[in-house]
C-alpha cells in the first residue's frame, strides 16, 4: 500500500525569522487538509499534519509527500519540500501559491498542482507511483461542485483543535465579482461563480456532527435563488453558522429573515472602504458607501454578529482616511474590523497596473510574512506612513476602552461571537509586526 504523507505548511514567524509559527490548537477544523485526504485514492495510506499545531517528522516510512501552501506559508513549505527530497521523497505541492508561482515551487517539488485539484490529485499519485511524474498538473476543464467527496475529519488529531472548533464546509468556489485587488477568479480558472448541491451540503453537515459550521467562500451568496434553497434546507439541522457575503446582501430583508432563521451567527463583509470614491477605483461600486448605516441597523435589529474588511492604500486614500474609518466604526458601534495595507497580487488587474508603473516593492517578499508591510509605492503617503497608520488603526480600534465601549454585554451566542473575535485580534493588533491573522491563535 502507498503511504501518503499530506501537509498544510504553517508560516514563519516573522520578516527574517525561519522558524515556523507554532500554535497550541486551531480554532477552525479547516478544510483543506481533510478534503485533499479525501481525493487522495483509498487503497493510499494517508497521514494528515498540520504544520502549525505538530511537528512534521522527516524520517516518517512515506513513499510521497504532498504540500499545500499559500502566499504566507511558501517559504516554509519549501523549506519541508526540500528535507524530504534530500531524503528521496517524491514531493507534491499545491495551493493558491503553487498556482500563481508554479515555475518558482517546481524548484523544490518534483510535480506541481496548478489551480483545482478535483481528478488532478489522484491523477499526480498515480503518476508518482508508477514512475511517470510530470513536472505540471493542470485542468482543462472546471471542476465539478457536484458529488464532491465527504472531508476526512477521521485522519484529524481532535486534540489539535479547540473544544468549541466549527467545521468549515465547502460551498461554493469563485466570485461574481470582478475586483481590482482579489484574485479570488483567477485563482480557481476564472470560472466565475459555482454553488455546490444544497442537498449535499446539508449531507456533509449531519456527517461532520458539528453544531457550528463556517461556510468557506470569498461570496456566499452568488446565486441569491439557490442561496436561499440552502438556508431552508439548514432549518432543520439547528446549526449555528458564519461566512462571507456581499453588504448588498444586508440590505435585503428577506435574505436576512431567512438567513436568521437558518442559524445565521456572523457574517464577513468586504466593505474595504468608506469612500465611494475609493469604492470606485477598486471596481467595487456595487458596495454603496452610503447604505451603511441601513445595513448595520439591518444586522443588530437581527442580532447578527458582524465584521468588516477595509483595504488602505489605494491612490485615492490620503492620511485622512484613517481617522474617518475609526470615527465610522465607533459611531456605529461596529463589532469587529479588519484591517489590510493593499497587496497587488498576481493574477489581479491592480498588480499589472502597478508593476507596469515599477510602483512594486521588493516583489519577492511580498505577503511571505506574517505582519503588516507595504510592498507598494503609494500616491499620497509613503509606505512606512502606511504601515504605522494601519497598526495605529488597529491598535485604537481593538483597545480595552474601545472594545467595552462598542459590544454589549454578552447574553446571545451572537455577543459571544463578537467578544471572541475581538479577543483575538487585540492580541493581532499587539503584534502586528508578527501576526496577520487571527486563525494563528
Request: charged letters at 30%.
Given at each position: 500500500m502507498p503511504r501518503l504523507m499530506i501537509i498544510q505548511a504553517a508560516s514563519y514567524r516573522g520578516f527574517g525569522d525561519r522558524r515556523p509559527l507554532k500554535i497550541r490548537k486551531r480554532r477552525l477544523i479547516g478544510a483543506v487538509l481533510p478534503y485533499m485526504g479525501a481525493l487522495a485514492p483509498r487503497d493510499w495510506d494517508v497521514t494528515l499534519v498540520d504544520d502549525a499545531v505538530e511537528e512534521v517528522d522527516f524520517d516518517a516510512p512515506v513513499d510521497v509527500v504532498a504540500i499545500t501552501a499559500r502566499m504566507v506559508t511558501s517559504l516554509r513549505a519549501q523549506e519541508l519540500a526540500d528535507k524530504?527530497?534530500?531524503?528521496?521523497?517524491t514531493v507534491l505541492m499545491g495551493g493558491p501559491h503553487a498556482t500563481f508561482?508554479?515555475?518558482?515551487?517546481?524548484?523544490?517539488?518534483?510535480?506541481?498542482?496548478?489551480?483545482?485539484?478535483?481528478?488532478?490529485?489522484?491523477q499526480?499519485?498515480?503518476?508518482?507511483?508508477?514512475?511517470?511524474?510530470?513536472?505540471?498538473?493542470?485542468?482543462?476543464?472546471?471542476?465539478?461542485?457536484?458529488?464532491?467527496?465527504?472531508?476526512?475529519?477521521?485522519?484529524?488529531?481532535?486534540?489539535?483543535?479547540?473544544?468549541?472548533?466549527?467545521v468549515v464546509i465547502q460551498q461554493s468556489r469563485g466570485c461574481p465579482y470582478t475586483c481590482d485587488f482579489c484574485a479570488e477568479r483567477r485563482l480557481n480558472g476564472d470560472y466565475g461563480?459555482?454553488?455546490?448541491?444544497?442537498?449535499?451540503?446539508?449531507?456533509?453537515?449531519?456527517?461532520?456532527?458539528?453544531?457550528?459550521?463556517?461556510?468557506?467562500?470569498?461570496?456566499?451568496?452568488?446565486?441569491?435563488?439557490?442561496?436561499?434553497?440552502?438556508?431552508?434546507?439548514?432549518?432543520?439541522?439547528?446549526?449555528?453558522?458564519?461566512?462571507?457575503?456581499?453588504?448588498?446582501?444586508?440590505?435585503?430583508?428577506?435574505?436576512l429573515d431567512l438567513a436568521q432563521r437558518s442559524g445565521l451567527l456572523h457574517v464577513n463583509m468586504g466593505i474595504e472602504s468608506i469612500s465611494q470614491t475609493t469604492l470606485k477605483s477598486m471596481h467595487k461600486e456595487f458596495n454603496k458607501s452610503n447604505s451603511y448605516d441601513e445595513m448595520i441597523d439591518n444586522l443588530n435589529r437581527r442580532n447578527i454578529s458582524f465584521s468588516f474588511n477595509f483595504v488602505f492604500g489605494t491612490d485615492t486614500d490620503d492620511e485622512t482616511v484613517f481617522d474617518a474609518t475609526l470615527q465610522f466604526l465607533q459611531q456605529h458601534k461596529v463589532p469587529a474590523a479588519y484591517f489590510n495595507v493593499l497587496a497587488p497580487l498576481r493574477g489581479t488587474p491592480v498588480y499589472d497596473r502597478l508593476k507596469a508603473e515599477n510602483r512594486i516593492i521588493d516583489e519577492p517578499n511580498m505577503d511571505r510574512w506574517p505582519g503588516v508591510y507595504c510592498h507598494i509605492e503609494p500616491r499620497n503617503m509613503s509606505g512606512q506612513q502606511l504601515v504605522a497608520k494601519v497598526q495605529k488603526l488597529q491598535r485604537e480600534f481593538?483597545?480595552?476602552?474601545?472594545?467595552?465601549?462598542?459590544?454589549?454585554?454578552?447574553?446571545?451566542?451572537?455577543d459571544f461571537a463578537s467578544w471572541n473575535v475581538?479577543?483575538?485580534?487585540?492580541?493581532?493588533?499587539l503584534n502586528s509586526d508578527k501576526l496577520c491573522e487571527f486563525s494563528e491563535f
Open positions: 524530504f527530497r534530500e531524503r528521496g521523497v508561482y508554479a515555475e518558482e515551487m517546481a524548484q523544490h517539488a518534483d510535480g506541481v498542482c496548478i489551480g483545482e485539484a478535483e481528478e488532478i490529485f489522484p499526480m499519485l498515480e503518476d508518482a507511483a508508477a514512475g511517470r511524474l510530470k513536472q505540471f498538473y493542470q485542468r482543462d476543464t472546471v471542476a465539478s461542485m457536484k458529488g464532491m467527496p465527504t472531508p476526512r475529519w477521521d485522519l484529524l488529531h481532535p486534540e489539535n483543535y479547540t473544544f468549541y472548533s466549527p461563480y459555482r454553488d455546490r448541491p444544497a442537498e449535499e451540503i446539508v449531507e456533509e453537515i449531519r456527517k461532520s456532527g458539528k453544531r457550528h459550521v463556517f461556510f468557506a467562500a470569498s461570496q456566499f451568496v452568488g446565486h441569491k435563488k439557490r442561496t436561499m434553497e440552502l438556508l431552508e434546507a439548514l432549518i432543520p439541522l439547528k446549526i449555528r453558522w458564519s461566512a462571507l457575503f456581499s453588504p448588498r446582501f444586508g440590505l435585503d430583508g428577506e435574505f481593538y483597545s480595552l476602552r474601545a472594545i467595552t465601549q462598542r459590544l454589549r454585554v454578552p447574553r446571545t451566542q451572537a475581538n479577543m483575538t485580534q487585540r492580541k493581532v493588533a
